[in-house]
């Protein structure tokens, strides 16, 4: 699976990282999100799809194939 | 269950439906919303689309492939007007009937207004669009209400350079949702922007000029937002057979009935670990609780009690907000992080012996995600603060 990061439109909520710290992490300085792991291994399909669905801010994306 | 209606085409009604594909349920899944537009996202309207940074197709929640992978019967630009517990079935502005095995109250809540006509309100995209279209240097603009959409809204006004007048009630603005020493910390940027904030003042109407308020003055604007709070969409479940006291009255699984659940800011449920009935206007609570309602009307037996970590942000001016936790109601605010003078900081929240939650401002994420841990874990006030 391929995950996309809308940064512009991330708010530094964190929820993604709570999902899936293996994927996605926060920039220290303003705590936009970035991904650890543009394509993660089944394993974190769960946690990624989590993230999807609780971003505030729609910014997450699941591109499978 | 072979029919499945969710009520309310935002946040938490798209949550609900994701989660009930993603959890395998293939029957029909009809997804109900009285506004024209697929689901879209409110808390940019307020930040980016008011400032006109962001094209309107920006606030889409889904780009449509993923909508139509959902494999919904959309009913958009359509309201439910009625419903009966006890027929399982809903009524709809349209003249159908919809019977339903599973139902998901998903409405949300509204504006409140103030007597008089001509102002605007902020909750949906043409809201938005038609504020915005209206912004320009040196506008007067009178923001009634310093709530966070107030606040939010005066902010980009004051940027795109309109004189902004803030009127509030109370003597601190937020003081009831944030403590009173937060909330003159976040009054403070509207000051020394040279935002007009006006505290203690109340207005009864809107006129032609601008606004009355209680003592009998006119304050006059070009346009007038009004920001006041809001009122949960429940009229049209009159004579449903369900409980409603500000917002559909739920259990701790999110249920109101059985086989029916409300989620998002309609939803007023007991929250199992602050032991309250509390109803949450929170983007993040929308998605979650959506989440968890839909999980739990498929799987009655094994339902989960909904026992998250309430958690908002807000955006103003450079000020970034974010906190977690239930705020409200609070016996001690201590400032235990961060530099109160250089504008960041951390302030945390006692009910009781326990730490209820914590409130950042300007934060690094390790800081705040350390605080939001302490709050999940219901840590004891000694243990953290002191
Ligand atoms: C301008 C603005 C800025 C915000 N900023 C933030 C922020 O920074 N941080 C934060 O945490 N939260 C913020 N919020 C709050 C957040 O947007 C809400 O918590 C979230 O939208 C709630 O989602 P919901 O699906 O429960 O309800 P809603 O988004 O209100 O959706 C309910 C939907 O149901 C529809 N509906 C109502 N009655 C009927 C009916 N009878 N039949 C059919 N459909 C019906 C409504 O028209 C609406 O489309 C903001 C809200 C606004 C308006
Ligand atoms: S969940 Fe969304 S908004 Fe929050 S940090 Fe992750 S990408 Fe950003």
Same mark, same amino acid.
């Given at each position: 699976?391929?995950?996309?990061?809308?940064?512009?439109?991330?708010?530094?909520?964190?929820?993604?990282?709570?999902?899936?710290?293996?994927?996605?992490?926060?920039?220290?300085?303003?705590?936009?999100?970035?991904?650890?792991?543009?394509?993660?291994?089944?394993?974190?399909?769960?946690?990624?799809?989590?993230?999807?669905?609780?971003?505030?801010?729609?910014?997450?994306?699941?591109?499978?194939? | 269950?072979?029919?499945?209606?969710?009520?309310?085409?935002?946040?938490?009604?798209?949550?609900?439906?994701?989660? &009930?594909?993603?959890?395998? #349920?293939?029957?029909?899944?009809?997804?109900? !919303?009285?506004?024209?537009?697929?689901?879209?996202?409110?808390?940019?309207?307020?930040?980016?689309?008011? *400032?006109?940074?962001?094209?309107?197709?920006?606030?889409?929640?889904?780009?449509?492939?993923? =909508?139509?992978?959902?494999?919904?019967?959309?009913?958009?630009?359509?309201? *439910?007007? !009625?419903?009966?517990?006890?027929?399982?079935?809903?009524?709809?502005?349209?003249?159908?009937? &919809?019977? @339903?095995? !599973?139902?998901?109250?998903?409405?949300?809540?509204?504006?409140?207004?103030?007597?008089?006509? !001509?102002?605007?309100?902020?909750? +949906?995209?043409?809201?938005?669009?038609? =504020?915005?279209?209206?912004?320009?240097?040196?506008?007067?603009?009178?923001?009634?209400?310093?709530?966070?959409?107030?606040? $939010?809204?005066?902010?980009?006004?004051?940027?795109?350079?309109?004189?902004?007048?803030?009127?509030?009630?109370?003597?601190?603005?937020?003081?009831?949702?944030?403590?009173?020493?937060?909330?003159?910390?976040?009054?403070?940027?509207?000051? $020394?922007?040279?935002?007009?904030?006006?505290?203690?003042?109340?207005?009864?109407?809107?006129?032609?000029?601008?606004?009355?308020?209680?003592?009998?003055?006119?304050?006059?604007?070009?346009?007038?937002?009004?920001?006041?709070?809001?009122?949960?969409?429940?009229?049209?479940?009159?004579?449903?057979? =369900?409980?409603?006291?500000?917002?559909?009255?739920?259990?701790?699984?999110?249920?109101?009935?059985?086989?029916? #659940?409300?989620?998002?800011?309609?939803?007023?449920?007991?929250?199992?670990? %602050?032991?309250?009935?509390?109803?949450?206007?929170?983007? +993040?609570?929308?998605?979650?609780?959506?989440?968890?309602?839909?999980?739990?009307?498929?799987?009655? $037996?094994?339902?989960?009690?909904?026992?998250?970590?309430?958690?908002?942000?807000?955006?103003? @001016?450079?000020?970034?907000?974010? *906190?977690?936790? #239930?705020?409200?109601?609070?016996?001690?605010?201590? %400032?235990?992080?961060?530099?109160?003078? $250089?504008?960041? %900081?951390?302030?945390? #929240?006692?009910?009781?012996?326990?730490?209820?939650? *914590?409130?950042?401002?300007?934060?690094?994420?390790? +800081?705040?995600?350390?605080?939001?841990?302490?709050?999940?874990?219901?840590?004891?006030?000694?243990?953290?603060?002191?």
């Amino acid at each position: 699976m391929r995950v996309e990061l809308d940064e512009p439109k991330c708010v530094a909520s964190g929820q993604c990282v709570l999902a899936a710290p293996e994927v996605f992490d926060q920039r220290d300085e303003d705590g936009i999100a970035f991904l650890l792991d543009e394509t993660p291994g089944a394993d974190s399909l769960d946690g990624v799809r989590e993230a999807v669905a609780v971003c505030p801010a729609a910014a997450i994306r699941l591109a499978e194939r | 269950m072979k029919r499945i209606v969710v009520v309310g085409a935002s946040a938490a009604g798209l949550a609900a439906a994701e989660t &009930l594909r993603r959890e395998g #349920y293939d029957g029909t899944l009809t997804l109900v !919303g009285d506004e024209p537009h697929p689901p879209y996202d409110r808390p940019p309207l307020s930040k980016q689309v008011l *400032a006109a940074e962001w094209p309107p197709e920006r606030v889409r929640l889904r780009p449509p492939a993923d =909508l139509a992978a959902l494999g919904l019967d959309q009913r958009l630009g359509v309201a *439910a007007t !009625g419903m009966d517990v006890a027929d399982q079935a809903l009524r709809l502005a349209d003249g159908s009937v &919809l019977p @339903y095995d !599973g139902l998901v109250i998903a409405t949300g809540v509204r504006p409140r207004r103030l007597p008089g006509e !001509g102002a605007h309100v902020l909750r +949906t995209l043409s809201d938005a669009l038609t =504020l915005r279209d209206r912004l320009r240097p040196g506008l007067r603009l009178v923001v009634v209400g310093a709530g966070f959409l107030g606040a $939010e809204a005066a902010a980009v006004a004051w940027k795109l350079g309109a004189r902004v007048t803030l009127l509030e009630p109370a003597p601190v603005p937020l003081a009831h949702a944030v403590g009173e020493e937060v909330g003159r910390v976040l009054s403070r940027a509207h000051l $020394e922007r040279g935002v007009d904030l006006r505290t203690g003042v109340t207005v009864t109407e809107v006129t032609e000029e601008g606004v009355r308020l209680g003592d009998g003055r006119e304050v006059e604007a070009d346009e007038v937002l009004v920001a006041v709070g809001s009122l949960p969409n429940t009229e049209w479940l009159a004579g449903s057979g =369900l409980t409603v006291a500000d917002g559909v009255v739920c259990d701790q699984y999110c249920a109101a009935a059985p086989g029916v #659940y409300a989620a998002g800011d309609v939803a007023r449920w007991h929250h199992p670990h %602050f032991g309250v009935r509390m109803r949450i206007e929170h983007r +993040t609570n929308a998605a979650e609780q959506g989440m968890a309602a839909a999980r739990n009307l498929l799987n009655p $037996e094994a339902a989960k009690p909904f026992a998250p970590v309430p958690y908002f942000w807000s955006d103003q @001016y450079d000020l970034k907000i974010q *906190a977690y936790g #239930y705020l409200r109601g609070h016996d001690e605010l201590a %400032f235990v992080d961060g530099d109160l003078a $250089e504008g960041h %900081f951390v302030a945390a #929240y006692r009910t009781g012996d326990r730490l209820a939650g *914590a409130l950042a401002v300007g934060m690094p994420p390790k +800081t705040i995600r350390r605080w939001r841990q302490a709050v999940a874990a219901g840590a004891s006030w000694k243990e953290v603060v002191g």
